[in-house]
């Protein structure tokens, strides 16, 4: 027999330790609820020297399910739609009564070829070690990040797992549904301004040096507009210079792309992270909506930290780290600050100026009535509500402002062009008389 080394809890959740002997970790824990605990850890004790025959027995097991499984090799994290399908459906099995290992099997088994269906092996693997479900998830980041393992640790401790993941799924999908508008509002001018970019393009490289060579054979003289097209059209086409390598035209085309990736650079870095952080706040318009959304974030992701009952400071940390904007990080790193040295939340809250007063206001009546959970999801209600607001209100405004531009551009290109014919027309017409 091996000797195991068990933490547990007894029927009123105080936290139990001790050791007992059995063949393997399975038959430890059902000794161990055989005498009223829950066992929450259960590792086997080495014995110096190393030839102990419980080890000796699990190993090959072990290596067993692991070739069973296999492996998966992939880039980036788990997609959140599948994390909060995952989330949806664990918490309905853990709310029927199935025991967490054979919930956990039945998602892995039902799961994809994919990163998600290898993460859920292991967790299998280390729940049915003795792991708690906090720890396996801990060592997959790529799945379950420091918000999700510290609420599963939460529901653990106080006994309320499957009412846990259902306000983690809740909260998921709260966020998902945030994501998913905004980028649905930002769909249609994207279309158009690429569509329109590409036409305006076109024309330069193939249209414009058409009328170039009419107005050559003419030999009319061309008014300033005309010029400016005509160089610019040059510059498209990549005939600007001899100098010129490439093309006007590679050059828009991949404009956004490398955009996109200096941007990502710089976000890699500390101050130019906290650089663009700052910056996008005071974009009119679009500052508001990043306010908005960041505040219905860190309210709503605090509020379900302390519903679920973790630590006020630890709760803080976790949602400044979540936060995803260096000033409400900064903000928050002040209110940790002043709670642990004894001051309210709210005050260093209002001299950020982060938040609008009745933010900051809302929190301090959440205080001062012991509801801050409640509050804070309130607040992250109200301010979902306002963000569909500030992104019709950003429709609204860029509708006419890509019709102005465009029209101007189309009127502009109009104008260049007909301006020299105008003056052909009137040559021609003169050597006629």
Not at 120 to 139: I, P, Q
Not at 233 to 261: C, E, H, N, R, Y
Not at 323 to 330: D, I, L, Q
Request: hydrophobic share 45%; glycine share 10%; net charge positive.
């Amino acid at each position: 027999m091996a000797t195991f080394a068990y933490e547990a809890m007894n029927s009123s959740g105080k936290p139990q330790k001790g050791t007992i002997e059995a063949d393997t970790s399975e038959d430890a824990m059902k000794k161990i609820r055989a005498q009223g605990f829950f066992p929450t850890s259960i590792r086997e004790q080495k014995i110096k020297g190393g030839a102990g025959g419980g080890a000796g027995g699990a190993a090959p097991r072990e290596v067993k399910k692991k070739k069973g499984r296999g492996m998966t090799i992939a880039i980036g994290r788990v997609p959140l739609k599948r994390m909060t399908l995952f989330t949806r459906q664990l918490s309905t099995l853990q709310d029927a009564g199935l025991p967490l290992l054979r919930s956990l099997q039945i998602l892995e088994q039902q799961q994809r070829p994919g990163l998600l269906k290898s993460i859920l092996g292991g967790v299998c693997e280390d729940v049915e070690g003795g792991t708690t479900l906090s720890d396996a998830m801990a060592k997959h980041p790529k799945a379950f990040d420091r918000l999700y393992v510290k609420m599963v640790n939460a529901g653990e401790i106080g006994g309320v797992l499957d009412v846990i993941l259902q306000r983690l799924a809740d909260f998921m999908e709260k966020g998902q549904r945030l994501r998913r508008r905004i980028k649905g509002a930002l769909i249609y001018p994207t279309v158009v301004i690429t569509i329109a970019i590409l036409i305006v393009t076109g024309i330069m490289y193939y249209v414009i040096p058409k009328f170039q060579e009419i107005f050559n054979d003419f030999d009319v003289k061309l008014p300033s507009l005309t010029i400016f097209l005509v160089t610019a059209s040059k510059w498209v086409a990549g005939q600007s210079s001899k100098d010129q390598t490439i093309p006007g035209a590679i050059w828009i085309i991949s404009a956004p792309i490398l955009i996109f990736i200096f941007f990502k650079l710089i976000r890699k870095t500390g101050f130019g992270r906290a650089w663009t952080d700052i910056l996008l706040l005071k974009i009119p318009v679009i500052g508001g909506l990043v306010k908005k959304s960041s505040i219905a974030r860190f309210t709503r992701t605090l509020g379900t930290l302390i519903s679920a009952g973790v630590p006020i400071l630890e709760a803080i940390n976790i949602t400044k780290d979540t936060s995803g904007n260096y000033v409400f990080e900064r903000a928050l790193a002040k209110v940790h600050d002043s709670i642990r040295e004894g001051d309210t939340f709210a005050n260093p809250l209002r001299e950020s100026k982060v938040c609008d007063s009745i933010v900051v206001n809302m929190i301090d009546v959440g205080e001062e009535t012991g509801d801050l959970d409640v509050m804070l999801m309130k607040i992250a209600d109200n301010y979902d509500e306002e963000v569909d607001v500030a992104v019709a209100s950003l429709l609204s405004l860029l509708e006419p402002f890509m019709v102005v531009i465009l029209g101007g551009i189309v009127g502009a290109i109009v104008l260049a062009l007909f301006l020299p014919l105008v003056s052909m027309i009137e040559s021609v017409a003169g050597q006629k008389t």
